[in-house]
Each structure stands twice: as C-alpha cells, then as structure tokens.
C-alpha cells in the first residue's frame, strides 16, 4: 500500500534500535570513523548539513566487546555474505521517494573490491528493510539508494576512473575527498547513478 512520504519517513525512524542511530543537530549529522593507514588508525570527522528532514545510522558500530553486532540477529553471522556492511546509512525524506545513502571512509589506500562488497552488501540490507517494512505494514515508499566512498585521496589513479568521480570497479560508486565534502549539505553530493528500491 502507498502511503505519504513524510508518515512512511517518521515511521522508518521508529522501526530502527537507537543502538545504531547517530545523535544529530537541527541540521547537521557528524560522521567520525577511524581509519587505518600507512602510520596507523586516525580518525576521520565528516560534518554534513542538510535541509530536508534526515537521520543517519552507524552499521559499522562496535559493542562493548570491540565486535560488530549482527545486521539479522536470527542468522550466523560468522563469514557471511550479510555480516559485510559500509560505515554509515543516511535516511532522508524527499519529495516522492526515501533518499538512501550508504557511506564508506577509507584511507589513501582504497582495497576496491572490499569496498565493493560492502556497498553492495548494504544495498542489500537495504532492500531487506525496504521489503521487510512492506510485508509487515503494508507501507510503501521507493528508496533512491546511492553509494558513496570517502578517502584521502586527492586525484584520480588505478581505482578511479578518469574524472576521478566514480570507481573502476563499480562505477555506482561516487567517490570523494574528505575536504571535498565538509561545508556541502547532504544534497549537494553529487551522485548521477542512483539506485531504485521499489
């Protein structure tokens, strides 16, 4: 059943464990994650604005053991296709549809074929929440789902095509600098090939 944007967006902030929501201002979400380079782990602090109405989760987030819970509590998740997961998923309301955008910080060094499974991964939770909420309410709303990575990295090579925009090894994936982002709100990051979950 077809039901309003805005209801279908308040009802999906509800359904989420705020285990994995992120604290957010009136209208700015900070993104922080550690990532690993050639020295060691630093941490990576992304302040994202945004004008329409958004909340934002941490897949990637660690218990109190240092361990990932699981994505689906009621299957294994040991070396399972579903336990892969990118760093962040932002939910926003728009117009017609659920603005979906799946986030992964990396360093310079981008290990393309892990980033590709974990977005690709994500998109599937993300059909599975989609599908999940439908079969049990009824309620549904398209998503338009759209794949980011975030790095250090200042110029297009090996992994990236050559406007430096979109990976080689999936070109779904829109890629960034980290500086390239901060200041610019949710809408403004530029993603030409999203994803349709209906």
């Avoid at 308040?10 to 380079?37: H, M, N, P, Q, W």
């Avoid at 610019?184 to 090939?193: C, G, I, S």
Wanted: aromatic share 12%; with cysteine; charged share 30%.
């Amino acid at each position: 059943m077809a039901t309003d944007v805005g209801t279908y967006f308040d009802c999906l902030e509800s359904y989420f464990a705020e285990y994995y929501k992120l604290a957010r201002g009136i209208d700015e979400i900070k993104l922080k994650e550690k990532v690993d380079t050639k020295t060691g782990q630093v941490v990576r602090t992304v302040d994202l604005k945004f004008d329409l109405p958004t909340f934002a989760l941490k897949l990637d987030k660690k218990n109190g053991k240092g361990n990932l819970e699981p994505l689906f509590h009621f299957f294994n998740d040991t070396s399972q296709p579903w336990s892969k997961r990118c760093d962040f998923v932002l939910f926003q309301r728009e117009t017609r549809c659920i603005g979906v955008y799946a986030l992964e910080f990396k360093s310079e060094n981008i290990p393309a074929d892990t980033v590709k499974a974990q977005l690709e991964r994500t998109e599937s939770w993300s059909r599975c929440v989609h599908s999940i909420i439908q079969h049990y309410t009824g309620d549904k709303v398209p998503f338009q789902f759209r794949k980011f990575l975030l790095t250090d990295k200042t110029e297009a090579d090996a992994y990236l095509q050559a406007d430096g925009k979109y990976l080689r090894v999936d070109p779904k994936i829109r890629h960034f600098n980290y500086a390239d982002v901060r200041g610019q709100t949710l809408e403004e990051l530029d993603h030409e090939r999203n994803i349709k979950i209906s």
